[in-house]
C-alpha cells in the first residue's frame, strides 16, 4: 500500500495583514500527486490582524512568538511545526505574494520525484522590474558564491520561494538570525543533500523588503553571515586562506633579505624593519592554520551532534528511516 503525501505550505508573518490575504487566495488546496494540503502561519510576534485573518481564511495551523525574533527563526519554528504536523514535504513562501503560487506543483515534482530533496524556485532576476541593477548585481553575485561554498547548482540562492522533502527539513539547523537562505543552502550541500532549483515566476510587488532595508546594510549583512557560515561549516578552509595570505607575504620579504643580504652582499644596513615583519607575517599565517586546524576539529564535533540531534528528533516524531527518506512501501 503506498503512503499518502501530505504538503504543508508555511508563510512566516510579521504583521502581515495587507498581504496576507490575497497570498492566501492563491494557495492550492490541491495538487497533484499530493493527498493532502494544509496552511501553516508563522505569526513572528505581530501586533496586527494577522492572526485573525489567518484564523477567518481557514488557515490549518497557526503557531506564535510572543515576541518578533526574526526570519531566521520564523521559519525553523515552521519547519518544527510542519514535521511535527506529519508533513511530507514542506514549501517555504513569503506573505507579501512575491512568488507566483502557481509554480507550487513545479516546485515539488522533483521531490515527488524523488529526484531531489531540496528545491529552489529560481526567480527570473533581471526581468524583475522593482529591483535595482544594484540588487539584481548583488542577488546573482551572492548566488554565484553560495554555489561555490555549497558545491551545487542554484541559480538564486536568496530565493525563499522553496521545498524540502521531511529527510531534508530534519536535518535543517539555522544559526544565523538574519535569513535562512544562504545557509540552509550550504548546509544542504555538507550533508549531501540534493538540491535543485526550478524556474518560477513572481508577482507585482506590494510592499518593500523588510529584509532588504537599504543596499549598504544588506551588502554588510550578507557578507557577515556568508563568512559566519564559512567558519562554521568551513572553517579549515577559511582559516587556510587567511592564514596563507601573510604567510606567503613573509616568506616573500624573507627572501627578499636573504637576496639583498648574501647574494647582492648589502652589508651597508640590516634591513630590520623587513627582517622584523618577515617573523610576524610568517607567526601571523601559522597561527591562523593552527586556529584552523582547532575549529576543523570543533566542526567534527559540531557534526557529530548534528547526527545525534537528528536522531532525537526521528524518535521524537516517531519517524523511521524509510518515511524520512520518502520511500514508498
Not at 502581515?16 to 499530493?34: A, D, N
Not at 510572543?66 to 518544527?80: D, K, P, S, V, Y
Not at 502557481?102 to 529591483?131: N, S, T, Y
Not at 584552523?292 to 551532534?305: E, I, S, T, Y
Request: with cysteine; hydrophobic share 45%.
Amino acid at each position: 500500500m503506498s503512503k499518502k503525501t501530505k504538503v504543508i505550505i508555511q508563510i512566516p508573518c510579521f504583521n502581515e495583514e495587507e498581504t496576507l490575504p490575497i497570498t492566501l487566495q492563491e494557495l492550492p488546496r490541491e495538487l497533484p500527486g499530493v493527498d493532502k494540503v494544509e496552511w501553516l502561519i508563522i505569526d513572528d510576534g505581530s501586533y496586527d490582524d494577522t492572526v485573525k485573518i489567518a484564523q477567518d481564511m481557514g488557515v490549518d495551523h497557526i503557531v506564535r512568538h510572543t515576541n518578533n525574533q526574526g526570519l531566521a527563526r520564523a521559519f525553523m519554528t515552521g519547519i518544527e511545526a510542519s514535521l511535527k504536523a506529519g508533513a511530507d514535504i514542506i514549501v517555504n513562501t513569503d506573505a507579501d505574494n512575491q512568488y507566483n503560487a502557481a509554480d507550487i506543483p513545479a516546485l515539488i515534482q522533483p521531490i515527488l520525484d524523488q529526484q531531489a530533496e531540496m528545491v529552489i524556485g529560481a526567480r527570473p532576476i533581471k526581468e524583475i522590474e522593482h529591483f535595482s541593477n544594484i540588487k539584481k548585481f548583488l542577488q546573482q553575485f551572492g548566488s554565484k558564491i553560495v554555489r561555490i561554498a555549497s558545491r551545487t547548482e542554484v541559480d538564486d540562492a536568496p530565493s525563499g520561494f522553496r521545498a524540502f522533502s521531511r529527510h531534508a527539513a530534519i536535518q535543517l539547523n539555522v544559526f544565523t538570525e538574519y535569513t535562512y537562505t544562504l545557509e540552509t543552502i550550504i548546509q544542504a550541500g555538507q550533508k549531501n543533500i540534493s538540491v535543485r532549483s526550478v524556474p518560477i515566476r513572481t508577482n507585482k510587488d506590494l510592499r518593500a523588503s523588510r529584509l532588504v532595508k537599504s543596499i549598504p546594510s544588506y551588502v554588510r549583512r550578507s557578507i557577515l553571515t556568508i563568512i559566519r557560515i564559512f567558519m562554521t561549516y568551513r572553517p579549515f578552509r577559511l582559516f587556510a586562506i587567511l592564514g596563507t595570505i601573510p604567510f606567503t607575504i613573509g616568506v616573500g620579504l624573507g627572501i627578499r633579505w636573504i637576496f639583498l643580504r648574501y647574494v647582492l652582499g648589502d652589508m651597508s644596513r640590516l634591513h630590520e624593519p623587513s627582517l622584523i615583519l618577515t617573523a610576524i607575517l610568517i607567526l601571523l599565517g601559522a597561527q591562523l592554520w593552527i586556529f584552523g586546524m582547532v575549529a576543523d576539529l570543533q566542526a567534527v564535533n559540531r557534526k557529530l551532534l548534528e547526527d545525534i540531534q537528528v536522531r532525537l528528533r526521528r524518535m521524537e516524531l516517531g519517524d523511521s528511516d524509510d518515511k524520512i527518506s520518502g520511500t514508498n512501501t
